[in-house]
């Protein structure tokens, strides 16, 4: 029975109490004192004190009260004379930054700058007469005067200015000959044949025929002439050819107008010459007509009947007549 009973949870409180423990006296004294010491009250000192009623602060007072206490606390510091005390704490505050605009001046480029100031070993390219002519045709937007600015300056240039580049040239200032002339070769070399021509034809250069035709010799010619620009010998001047060519345009005008102008005065000749044969015939077709007209009243009076008129043919003159006046007046307004 007591063996179930235990199972069940159901034992007697005889079965079920622990054995109390038999301390000694000394121990149950140093027990008894501790717990007075934890049910005594907590007495904090001043400071303690000072931060628990900071973190819990006292309700505020009303705004209009707090303005006035304040106004009157700043009127009396300052008829005192006192300077404001500065508080400061443990943390560090940090200083605001504010981004101020600055305009940049300009920076002014070395006269060395893309070689467009060095004064190379020949003349400038406005200075060669051919060259100057087939320049100013060139629009400054034109692929093939950003190509020569890319060749000279190593730079596509300004538009407005690119023109004025170009003129400005002199030649090449090499600071190390060698790869600094491999690298215009090579250049040279990567450009096709129309613009590769029209480079030469820009210079004032041959464009040569058989081996001086080659690539090779053609970039070899340009290079020559950059390295040291002046003008190429026994080429013509192409301004005395525009002028030569010009005036030859404007005698061929002035003959072509002239025989124009003999060609309409022969035809106005003969139409004057035809249009006074005309007249004369008519007059004389005029008097013919009155000479008849007397003939048939003389024969009306000796017979004493009348004649008919053809009416029909003197309608057709009448509107011949008409006609030949239209034509006259067509050809005098022409």
């Given at each position: 029975?007591?063996?179930?009973?235990?199972?069940?949870?159901?034992?007697?409180?005889?079965?079920?109490?622990?054995?109390?423990?038999?301390?000694?006296?000394?121990?149950?004294?140093?027990?008894?004192?501790?717990?007075?010491?934890?049910?005594?009250?907590?007495?904090?000192?001043?400071?303690?004190?000072?931060?628990?009623?900071?973190?819990?602060?006292?309700?505020?007072?009303?705004?209009?009260?707090?303005?006035?206490?304040?106004?009157?606390?700043?009127?009396?510091?300052?008829?005192?004379?006192?300077?404001?005390?500065?508080?400061?704490?443990?943390?560090?505050?940090?200083?605001?930054?504010?981004?101020?605009?600055?305009?940049?001046?300009?920076?002014?480029?070395?006269?060395?700058?893309?070689?467009?100031?060095?004064?190379?070993?020949?003349?400038?390219?406005?200075?060669?007469?051919?060259?100057?002519?087939?320049?100013?045709?060139?629009?400054?937007?034109?692929?093939?005067?950003?190509?020569?600015?890319?060749?000279?300056?190593?730079?596509?240039?300004?538009?407005?200015?690119?023109?004025r580049d170009v003129l400005d040239f002199s030649g090449f200032v090499y600071e190390d000959e060698t790869k600094d002339r491999e690298k215009k070769v090579v250049f040279l070399e990567k450009v096709f044949q129309k613009p590769r021509l029209q480079i030469m034809d820009i210079f004032d250069l041959p464009r040569g025929s058989g081996a001086d035709g080659?690539?090779?010799?053609?970039?070899?010619?340009?290079?020559?002439?950059?390295?040291?620009?002046?003008?190429?010998?026994?080429?013509?001047?192409?301004?005395?050819?525009?002028?030569?060519?010009?005036?030859?345009?404007?005698?061929?005008?002035?003959?072509?107008?002239?025989?124009?102008?003999?060609?309409?005065?022969?035809?106005?000749?003969?139409?004057?010459?035809?249009?006074?044969?005309?007249?004369?015939?008519?007059?004389?077709?005029?008097?013919?007509?009155?000479?008849?007209?007397?003939?048939?009243?003389?024969?009306?009076?000796?017979?004493?009947?009348?004649?008919?008129?053809?009416?029909?043919?003197?309608?057709?003159?009448?509107?011949?007549?008409?006609?030949?006046?239209?034509?006259?007046?067509?050809?005098?307004?022409?």
């Open positions: 029975n007591v063996s179930s009973l235990a199972m069940d949870g159901d034992a007697p409180a005889t079965m079920m109490a622990a054995p109390t423990e038999t301390r000694p006296p000394a121990e149950q004294q140093q027990q008894q004192q501790q717990v007075a010491v934890d049910d005594a009250p907590v007495v904090m000192a001043e400071g303690e004190k000072a931060e628990e009623n900071h973190s819990h602060p006292k309700p505020k007072e009303s705004s209009v009260g707090s303005k006035t206490s304040i106004a009157k606390e700043l009127k009396s510091f300052n008829a005192e004379g006192n300077e404001p005390a500065v508080k400061t704490g443990k943390r560090e505050r940090r200083k605001t930054e504010f981004l101020a605009a600055t305009l940049a001046s300009p920076k002014k480029k070395d006269d060395g700058d893309d070689g467009k100031k060095k004064q190379g070993k020949g003349v400038k390219l406005r200075e060669i007469e051919n060259v100057r002519f087939a320049l100013d045709k060139v629009k400054r937007d034109d692929d093939i005067l950003v190509l020569l600015h890319r060749l000279l300056y190593k730079t596509p240039g300004k538009e407005q200015s690119r023109k080659a690539k090779e010799a053609q970039v070899e010619r340009i290079l020559k002439f950059l390295e040291k620009p002046c003008a190429t010998e026994g080429r013509p001047s192409k301004v005395e050819l525009k002028e030569k060519k010009k005036a030859k345009t404007t005698t061929k005008r002035k003959r072509a107008s002239a025989k124009k102008k003999k060609v309409a005065d022969t035809k106005k000749a003969a139409s004057t010459k035809a249009s006074n044969e005309v007249s004369k015939l008519k007059k004389q077709n005029a008097d013919l007509k009155k000479k008849l007209e007397a003939a048939l009243q003389e024969i009306e009076k000796l017979t004493g009947e009348k004649v008919e008129r053809d009416v029909e043919e003197e309608k057709e003159e009448d509107d011949d007549e008409d006609v030949e006046e239209e034509e006259e007046e067509e050809e005098e307004e022409e």
